[in-house]
C-alpha cells in the first residue's frame, strides 16, 4: 500500500442507504461538520454545548439538568449509563427481545453485575403485567431495556415500567438508540432514569455520539460515586461514599462536572461531533415531534403497502411494529444475499440482513431520519422488484410502486 | 430556551486556536467530514478502514497489523489500551512527569492495576537508568508512560525503554496523543506494546477518534482474554482463558475482530470521525514525517525568538522541549488570565493556561499540525505584544515580529 496512498482521496459511492442503521445523513448536519473548530473551553464552545443539551431536552422531553453526551458510539452510551449506575454485585434485570437485550446483558456483566433475564419471542414485546411479575420476583437495583430493536422490528412501549421500577426501589435505564427521532419518548412522563441513544438512526446524523440523560435520582446515585482524577479536583472536593465507577472515560460524575458550570477538565470534547449533534437536534425540532412522527409512519405504511402488493410477508407483531424498520419475509427459492448484493452493485441501494433466529429468514428496510422519505421508499420498491423478477420470483410487476404512491397521495389529501 | 433555539444556527466565531489542543483543523479534513455517509458493513467502506489502517501504520512507523481506531477522544484510546492490557491485581509502573502521567495512573487504577509510580519534577523527563532501576525494582507487567505531556511542554525520549521492558517481561504502552504528527515515533525500532493517540494536535484534524496500535505480543496478551459476546459468535468460537475485559467497549479483542477480516459486529463504526482520521493521514503522509517535524521545529524557533526578543522566558528544559507546544513565563505585575482574555475578545487568539504546580506561572501556545504556520506566529506575537504593553509591561516594541521573521528567512534560504 506504500506510495499509493497518497493518490487514494476519499471518494466513496454514492448509496441510498435502507438498512437498520447508520442511514443517510442531512447534507445540513454534513455541512454541520465542516464548521472550523473551537477550544474545548471557549465561551463560544461552552455555548454550543449548553444550547445542544437544551435541544436534547426537548428532543427527549425532559426537564433533567443532567442532559449530555457522550463521544463515542450509541454502544458508549450505554456502557456509560450501566458503568455508572452499577455497582459491582447489583442485580440488573433484562428484559430480552431481540439481539440488543444481549449487548444490555453483556455490558451489565462486564460492569460487576449480577444479572438476571427474561425473554421473549422474537417479534414479540412484553406485557406490562409480566414485567412487573419479573421486577417484583428479582428485586433487581437496575432495570436494563432496549425501547425499540433493529434486530426483531418491534418496540417495547414503555409507559408505566419506570413506575413499576420505582415502586420496587429499580433504577429504569432505556436505550432508545432506534427509536429517537422516529418514535416517541417521553423521559419525565414514563419515570425513566436514564436513557441513550445516537444520532445516525431517526436523527440523520453520522454514528458517533450518544445524547445521556438522567433524571434526579440516577445523578444522586452517581453522585455518591464522585471520585474526581488527581490534578483536576476543585477546592473543597470531598469523594462520594460509592465505589469509583470502574470507568474513566464512562464516569457519568465526572462528565457532569465536564458538562456543569464548573466544565472541569476531562477527555477532549469532540468538536464536530458536538456540531452534528447540535444539527441533528435543531432539525428535529424544526420539523417538529408530532410531524416527524407522522412522516415516519406514513412512509412505513406505503412501503408495507409496497412489499405486500408484490406477495411479501412483513414480520413481526403489527401492534408494535416499530415505524422506521420493516422485516420482510425473504420468499422461498430466493437467495436473500444474492438479491441484497444486486441491489447494492446494480442499484447502490443498501438493505439490512437479519441476526440470530432471523437470520436468512428476514430482510429489515430501514426508514428513518432524512431517509424517511417519498421517492427512497418508491426507489426501493422498484429495485426490489427487480432483483426479485431477475431471481425468479413471481410478482405482479409494477405494482408495488403503484400500491405505495396510492398510500402517499391517501396521505397528503 | 424554548422556541428560541430553532433560530440559534451553528455560527461559531473565527478562532486563531494556538493552545495545547484541541487546535484548527485542516479545511480538508473538515470537508472530508462531508462526505456522505456509507453503510458500516458496505465494501467500499470496509475498503476505507483498511486504507486508514494502513496509512496510520506509517505514520507510527509499525508493521503491526494490529493499527485500527477508537471511536472517542484520546482518553478512550488510552482506556482502551489499559483496560485491555491490565488483568485485575497486575502491577503497572507510571512514570509521572506532568498532568497525563497523573490521568494513566487514575485510569490504570480503574483498570484493577496496583499502579506504583515514580515521579519527575515539571519540565524534565526520566533518564533511561532511573528508568531502568524503577522497571528492575518494581517488576511491572505494565509500563505506561505519556510521550509528550503538554501539560509540561517537554518529551520523554522513548529510545531503549521498550528492550528494557522486554527484558524485565514487561509491556510497553505510550500515550503519543500530543506528539503524533509532531515529534517521530518509531513503533516498531522502539519496541512499543501499545500506542494510542489522537486526531486533534499534530494531524490537523477533530477531537474523538484515537489511533491505537498493538505489537504481536501485546495482541497474544489481548487474545487470551477473547470473550466474544452472544449473538455474535463466529462458528468454531472458544472464549480465551484470561479474565473478561472489564469494557465492551473497549474491549481491544472484539475491536481487533470487527476491524479484522471477519468484520464481526461490534459497534457501529462512527463513519464521519473515520473520513477524518483517512484524510488526517493522507494529509500528513502527502506532506511526509521529515518535512513536518522540520516545520514543527522551524516554527518552534521563530516563536521562541519572538517571545525572548519580548524579553520573556520559555518554560522547560530546552534540550527536551515538545516541538509543537512552547511554555512562557508570565512577567511579574502582568494577570496571566487577563492577557489571555485580550488576545480572545480583541484578536479571536486562543493561548493555554497551565494545570498544578504551573498554573498562574506560565502560558502555553500550542503551534501544531495546520497551526503550525508562519502567519499563525507572526500574528500571535504580535497580539501578544500588544496585550502586554496594555498591561503595562515594558518591552521593546516591534522587535518580537522582526526576530521571528529573521528566524523564517534564515530557515527558507
Not at 471518494?11 to 473548530?37: E, F, K, S
Not at 439538568?65 to 463515542?72: F, S, Y
Not at 436514564?194 to 434526579?216: D, R, T, Y
Amino acid at each position: 500500500m506504500t506510495g499509493n496512498h497518497l493518490a487514494a482521496e476519499l471518494n466513496p459511492p454514492p448509496r441510498l442507504i435502507m438498512g437498520p442503521g447508520p442511514l443517510m445523513a442531512d447534507p445540513r448536519v454534513l455541512r454541520a461538520m465542516a464548521t472550523p473548530m473551537l477550544g474545548q473551553f471557549d465561551p463560544a464552545f461552552l455555548d454550543v454545548m449548553a444550547r445542544t443539551q437544551a435541544m436534547f431536552r426537548e428532543v427527549y422531553r425532559t426537564q433533567n439538568e443532567q442532559t449530555l453526551m457522550i463521544d463515542g458510539s450509541a454502544r458508549a452510551g450505554i456502557e456509560a449509563a450501566l458503568v455508572s449506575l452499577i455497582e459491582p454485585g447489583d442485580r440488573v434485570l433484562v428484559p430480552m427481545f431481540g439481539r440488543f437485550g444481549h449487548l444490555l446483558r453483556e455490558i451489565a456483566e462486564r460492569c460487576g453485575a449480577e444479572v438476571v433475564i427474561i425473554e421473549q419471542e422474537w417479534g414479540k414485546v412484553f406485557a406490562l403485567d409480566d414485567l412487573e411479575k419479573a421486577i417484583k420476583r428479582h428485586s433487581p437495583r437496575i432495570v436494563a431495556l432496549v425501547h425499540a430493536d433493529t434486530s426483531t422490528t418491534v418496540a417495547q412501549p414503555l409507559e408505566g415500567i419506570g413506575a413499576l421500577c420505582r415502586a420496587q426501589g429499580a433504577y429504569l435505564y432505556v436505550d432508545a438508540c432506534a427509536s429517537i427521532g422516529c418514535e416517541d419518548i417521553r423521559v419525565d412522563d414514563w419515570e425513566i432514569d436514564a436513557i441513550s441513544s445516537g444520532l445516525q438512526k431517526g436523527l440523520s446524523g453520522p454514528p458517533g455520539m450518544s445524547p445521556v440523560s438522567l433524571s434526579e435520582r440516577a445523578v444522586k446515585r452517581i453522585r455518591n460515586r464522585r471520585h474526581v482524577e488527581a490534578g483536576v479536583r476543585p477546592a473543597g472536593y470531598v469523594a462520594g461514599e460509592g465505589p469509583r465507577i470502574r470507568s474513566n472515560y464512562f464516569d457519568l460524575s465526572m462528565l457532569m462536572d465536564y458538562w456543569g458550570p464548573d466544565h472541569l477538565n476531562h477527555h477532549t470534547e469532540a468538536t464536530s461531533m458536538i456540531y452534528a449533534a447540535h444539527e441533528c437536534a435543531r432539525i428535529f425540532l424544526q420539523e417538529g415531534h408530532e410531524a416527524v412522527f407522522a412522516r415516519h409512519r406514513s412512509v412505513e405504511a406505503a412501503l408495507r403497502a409496497g412489499l405486500e402488493a408484490m406477495g411479501l410477508t412483513i414480520f413481526g407483531d403489527r401492534a408494535v411494529k416499530m415505524s422506521n424498520v420493516t422485516g420482510v419475509f425473504i420468499p422461498g427459492g430466493v437467495d436473500g444475499d444474492a438479491v441484497r448484493k444486486g441491489l447494492l452493485t446494480h442499484f447502490g441501494i443498501e438493505i439490512g440482513t437479519s441476526f440470530g433466529p432471523l437470520h436468512g429468514k428476514i430482510w429489515r428496510i430501514g426508514t428513518m431520519g432524512y431517509t424517511a422519505r417519498k421517492e427512497n421508499v418508491l426507489i426501493c420498491l422498484g429495485a426490489l422488484e427487480a432483483m426479485l423478477l431477475k431471481a425468479g420470483f413471481k410478482l405482479p410487476a409494477g405494482e408495488a410502486v403503484q400500491a405505495a404512491i396510492k398510500v402517499f397521495d391517501k396521505a397528503a389529501r
